[in-house]
C-alpha cells in the first residue's frame, strides 16, 4: 500500500512512518516543521523518510495513487489560550480541512488522530467514546472541531474516516512540552523540576509503539466512521510516574511547585473496550517497560552530545 502520513517528522508520525516503512508499505511523508518546537530536532526524527515539505493549511496535497492518509499533523499541546490560538485554529482546524476536503475528493481513507482532551474533565472514568465531549482547552477545541469537520465530510461527500483518541503518548522522541520528556531531561541535567499543581493529576500514559499498532490496525480494519480511544493500560498520578523514573534512572528528582495550568485536566483514563473488541488492539506496552525505553533513548541523546 501506499500511505501518505501527515506529521511525519513529528514524535509519533515519524515512528509511525518507519513501521508503516518496516512493513513494506511505501511512505509518503508530509511536515512543514513548524517551530512548535527546535525545527532541527524534527529533522532528526524524519530522517529515515521521505518527508514533502507541505504547509496543509495553505498548499495542495496529491493524493494520486494513494490508499490512505494518516493524518497527524497538528499543532498539538494544551497550553493553547491567549496569542498561540490562531495556531491551533491554522493548524489543526484549517490543515484538516484541506485534508479532508482532498482525501473526499480522491475517495481515499483518512485516520485522524484526536486526542483526549475532547473529553475535558471527563464525565465518567475510565472514559468511554460516547462521553459527551467537553474539552476545556482551546487545544481540545480544535481537536473535537477537526472530529465534527470529519463527520460533517463523510456525511456530505462519502469520506470515509476514522476517528483516534489518543491519550498521552510517551516514549522516545516525544515532543519537549510533554512531562516525561521535561523529567528527563531535568534528571539527566541535575535541574529543578517544576510540578504543575500537586502533581496528582493522572494519565493513561500510552507508549507510541502501541499507539502506532492502533493506528496502523485502525486504517487496515476499522470499519468506516469508527471512533476509538487509544489508551494505555496503566493509569498513573505525576508524583508516581516520577518516582518510577527515578528508580529507572538511579537518581533523584528535585522538584517544586507552581500553579496548576490552564486546560490541564485532573485526570485521563481510557476506557478501550471499543478497540479491542473490533480489532483486537489492546496496549502491551507495561509503564515501567516504556519508561525505561524512554530513558535509554534520553540519556542516549545527551551522551551522543
Ligand atoms: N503526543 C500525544 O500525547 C498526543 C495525544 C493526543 C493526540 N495527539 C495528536 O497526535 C498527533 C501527533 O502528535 P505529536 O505529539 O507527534 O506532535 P508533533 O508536534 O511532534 O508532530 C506534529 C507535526 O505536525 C507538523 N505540522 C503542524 N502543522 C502543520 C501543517 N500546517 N502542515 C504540515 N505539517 C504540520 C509539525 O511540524 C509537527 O512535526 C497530533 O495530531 C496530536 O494532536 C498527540
Redesign the pocket.
Known sequence: MRYVV????????SQLGEALAAAGHGVVG?????D??D?AE?ER?AAALDVSR????EEPLDLDGVDGVF??????GVRSFGDVFPLYV???VL?TQRVLEAAAAAGVRVVL?????IYGEAEAYPTPEDAEPRPISP?GIT?LACEHLARAYAVGFGLDAVVL??????GPR??PD?FFRRVCEALLAGTTFEIYGSGGQSRSF?YVGDAVEATVTAMERAPAGAVYNVGGGEEASMLEAIALLERISGRSLDTRRIDAARGDVARTKADVSRIRDALGWEPRTSLDDGLSAMWSWASGKVAAA
Do not use: E
Open positions: 501527515t506529521g511525519a517528522a513529528g514524535f509519533i508520525g508530509v511536515d512543514c516543521f513548524t512548535s518546537y525545527p524534527k526524527n507541505i504547509d496543509l493549511a493524518h497527524l499533523a497538528a499543532q498539538a491554522r493548524r489543526n490543515a488522530a484526536s486526542s483526549s482532551s487545544y481537536k483518541r489518543y491519550f498521552t503518548v510517551y516525544q515532543r510533554m500510552t
